[in-house]
């Protein structure tokens, strides 16, 4: 019962280079996410993902990009790395539709660091 | 632009009491709360949420309070036990439920 996994957990980055966060779900949820999480602040969206095929933006997407091929997977691009997104990443996946209530389920997050 | 806030950025609370975390939210627009729990080098797991239909949602020993008029809403636990100690963050959304705001976080100590 994995639920959501994410990779890798921690990352040290240099300026300018480019790296993939990878996050899988295996509860066949239709929805998923990408948070950012500063020191002292609340989670914010980076993209979300309604659907395999369908994305779109949150309220932070600058320097990043996603894609959604299939149900379980949905990868952060970064591709050139500045110091503004060290931050820790959390990748959440729900089930929406119908009556049915829209939790949330998180990985365990992954720390970045860009020098 | 904040439109969850957690005003209150730690809170400290003796074992057995009340613990009382407030959450307040600036767009009327949303209809969807939530509470959820952080734990360190952990991601958040959701705790408990509330409808805009309803002003107060129990399970166990977590209540949510919804105040519409006020668009204030806060989480009580009772009682409080140590491993409730954590960081706890309330969350809303609006009509689509495509996209959730978070508020910064309150940590919870609740002390033995």
């Known amino acids: 019962n994995a639920g959501v996994t994410q990779t890798p957990k921690f990352r040290i980055l240099k300026i300018g280079q480019s790296m993939t966060l990878q996050c899988t779900q295996d509860?066949?949820?239709?929805?998923m996410y990408w948070y950012r999480q500063d020191p002292g602040m609340g989670l914010k969206l980076i993209y979300y993902?309604?659907?395999?095929?369908?994305?779109d933006k949150g309220e932070v997407p600058n320097g990043y990009n996603v894609s959604r091929s299939t149900t379980e997977d949905f990868p952060l691009r970064l591709e050139l790395a500045a110091p503004s997104q060290t931050s820790v990443y959390f990748c959440?996946?729900?089930?929406?539709?119908?009556?049915?209530?829209?939790?949330?389920?998180f990985g365990a997050g992954t720390r970045l660091s860009v020098l | 632009d904040q439109q969850v806030k957690q005003n209150s950025p730690s809170l400290s609370v003796q074992e057995g009491r009340i613990s009382i975390l407030n959450c307040d939210y600036t767009?009327?627009?949303?209809?969807?709360f939530l509470w959820y729990k952080k734990y360190p080098a952990e991601g958040p797991t959701f705790l408990i949420s509330?409808?805009?239909?309803?002003d107060k949602n129990e399970d166990g020993r977590f209540t949510v309070f919804l105040n519409k008029s006020a668009k204030h809403l806060s989480l009580h636990i009772v009682p409080s036990q140590p491993g409730d100690s954590a960081v706890y963050f309330c969350?809303?959304?609006?009509?689509?439920?495509?996209?959730?705001?978070f508020g910064t976080g309150t940590s919870l100590t609740v002390i033995p």
């Open positions: 959440a996946s729900s089930y929406a539709g119908g009556r049915a209530k829209n939790i949330q389920y």
């Open positions: 509860m066949n949820h239709n929805y």
């Open positions: 993902s309604v659907g395999a095929g369908i994305t």
């Open positions: 767009n009327s627009m949303f209809d969807y």
């Open positions: 509330i409808s805009s239909i309803k």
């Open positions: 969350a809303a959304s609006g009509a689509t439920g495509n996209q959730f705001y």
